[in-house]
């Protein structure tokens, strides 16, 4: 069972399309919202990009460039986790 809160006007829209394509019977938004899924499953799977050979080894050479050490970086994310979870905190 899944259950999520959604913007009521996205709802709304959507319950009126299901009951069109399916029917204002029983079981007409569970058929609507399986197709859903089934579509943005189908799109999302198209999308994913499999990657062969070990992550390390890419990971290793995206951050090749980058002259900091494990510390400093550390420091910089803190610096940068800090101002982000402080920026919409009231005075």
Known sequence: MIRAKINERLERRFRELAMKRFGYGKGALSKAVEEAI????????????????DPVEAIDGL?????????????????????????????
């Open 38 to 53: 089934l579509n943005w499953i189908s799109l999302v799977e198209k999308e994913e990009v499999s990657f062969e050979g």
């Open 63 to 91: 951050l090749s460039d980058i002259n900091i050490n494990s510390v400093q970086l550390q420091h910089i994310i803190k610096k940068i986790w800090v101002n982000r979870m402080t920026k919409n905190v009231s005075d």
